[in-house]
């Protein structure tokens, strides 16, 4: 009796096997060593039943073709009468492109023969290394990197171009070249690296201006340069515009809090102004309200001055807009503290339209410049705002 192995690794016994027969297969390969990688992965996903050796062993492999032709199939042809060797299926795998230009090539021999010129050497030797590899060198990128940028675009190879866009976002984008490569962007539908170097030729206009690359795009591009100079215009408005709305914003929070002063000034007192049954403290603590103090010497000087007359004092007639703003602001005026109040909600029954609109205005973009929606003395506001 013999032992043989069946497919599970098992022994068992079995007759005697005849002379002249045929001899038993061998068992079949056991489990993969533990040096090996357990289960294949494709888009992040294991697949059952496969297992790989380190991917830097199959880049080696690659690299090793490449660098001696081995078989080689295709030869490419270069600036400076310089060739490279490589296959036809691995290039027409890797671009589309590259396998259309494979086809109707003619053949020489037992090779193909393409040509790729108008770039250096060097550059289409790192391209065709990256269809094998899809590996580069740092210091190949740095001196390459608008080249195989070109280069990736024409013969349709994503994965390159979007390294080569990266590579240029994260540090090899400079003053020098941004006009350069601006122009390389838009030719080679790159929209977001054109729109990266648009900002900084905007936010670099000076320095950018008088560089090589500036005064190239001058001679051979005239429209690109004109219409830069347009989006500098327009981007130079622009901040002209947010600072208008910064200093106006700035204004509107000084009424607001001018406003809130007011109000604590003729409710609580502050200091030595405030309501007559109110008695200050000698040792008062600091006041919160940062307008209190200006507007404390205004009601002060108000309350003296001869000339209250609007028009008369320029003093007065601020204060005069104050208290016809909070007026119009103010939530209750039977309740309210602040001179004047109910007289003036009266007479804006009787404005004109045209002054009617313009405070309107005002108070929308006092009341949108600060939350007051927390202030009980400005809810009237907010409400006929929403009315409005």
């Given at each position: 009796?013999?032992?043989i ?7 068992k016994e ?10 038993v ?9 533990s040096?090996?990688?357990?289960g294949l992965?494709m ?5 059952r039943g ?7 062993v ?11 032709g081995y078989?080689a ?11 490279i ?8 795998m890797?671009s589309?492109?590259?396998r ?5 090539s003619?053949r020489h021999g ?5 040509k ?21 060198e740092?210091?190949d990128?740095?001196?390459y990197v608008l080249h195989?940028l ?7 190879v ?5 390294e080569c ?11 020098e070249?941004?006009?350069?490569i601006f122009?390389l962007?838009?030719?080679c539908?790159?929209?977001r690296?054109?729109l990266?170097?648009?900002r900084?030729?905007l ?7 008088i560089?090589?690359?500036w005064k ?6 005239p ?5 830069l100079?347009?989006?500098m ?8 515009e947010?600072?208008?709305?910064l200093?106006e ?7 607001y809090?001018?406003m ?8 609580d007192?502050?200091r030595?102004i ?6 200050f403290?000698e040792n008062?603590?600091?006041c ?7 507007l404390?010497l205004?009601?002060?000087h108000?309350?003296i001055?001869?000339l ?5 004092c ?13 007026s119009r ?11 004047l ?7 804006t ?12 205005i ?6 949108r ?5 927390g ?8 409400s006929?705002l929403s009315?409005?």
């Amino acid at each position: 009796m013999k032992q043989i192995i069946n497919l599970d690794g098992d022994c068992k016994e079995s007759s005697i096997v005849p002379k002249g027969a045929p001899p038993v297969p061998p068992p079949l390969p056991g489990p993969t060593t533990s040096n090996s990688q357990k289960g294949l992965v494709m888009n992040g996903s294991p697949l059952r039943g496969y297992s790989c050796v380190s991917t830097n062993v199959a880049n080696d492999l690659w690299e090793r073709l490449f660098d001696s032709g081995y078989r080689a199939d295709v030869t490419i042809n270069t600036d400076n009468d310089s060739t490279i060797y490589a296959h036809a299926n691995i290039l027409g795998m890797a671009s589309p492109v590259m396998r259309g230009i494979l086809k109707q090539s003619k053949r020489h021999g037992r090779r193909r023969s393409i040509k790729i010129l108008g770039v250096p050497q060097d550059a289409v030797r790192v391209f065709i290394r990256f269809l094998y590899s899809s590996c580069y060198e740092k210091t190949d990128m740095e001196d390459y990197v608008l080249h195989l940028l070109v280069l990736s675009h024409v013969f349709v190879v994503p994965q390159l171009k979007h390294e080569c866009e990266q590579q240029l976002e994260q540090g090899l984008l400079t003053t020098e070249n941004v006009v350069d490569i601006f122009q390389l962007a838009l030719l080679c539908n790159a929209p977001r690296l054109s729109l990266i170097c648009h900002r900084m030729i905007l936010k670099n206009f000076v320095t950018v201006s008088i560089s090589e690359g500036w005064k190239v795009m001058k001679q051979s591009h005239p429209m690109l340069e004109k219409e830069l100079l347009e989006s500098m215009i327009d981007e130079d408005n622009k901040q002209k515009e947010r600072i208008r709305k910064l200093n106006e914003r700035k204004i509107y929070l000084q009424l607001y809090e001018a406003m809130e002063a007011l109000i604590h000034i003729c409710r609580d007192g502050c200091r030595t102004i405030g309501p007559h049954d109110k008695d200050f403290k000698e040792n008062q603590a600091p006041c919160s309200y940062t307008a209190c103090k200006g507007l404390e010497l205004l009601v002060r000087h108000f309350a003296i001055c001869k000339l209250r007359v609007p028009g008369k004092c320029i003093h007065c007639k601020r204060m005069w807009q104050l208290l016809e703003l909070h007026s119009r602001l103010c939530a209750d005026s039977n309740v309210c503290r602040v001179p004047l109040c109910r007289n003036f909600k009266e007479k804006t029954k009787k404005q004109n339209k045209k002054d009617e609109i313009k405070w309107k205005i005002l108070v929308k973009k006092i009341s949108r410049t600060k939350s007051i929606r927390g202030a009980p003395f400005f809810s009237w506001a907010i409400s006929s705002l929403s009315n409005n």
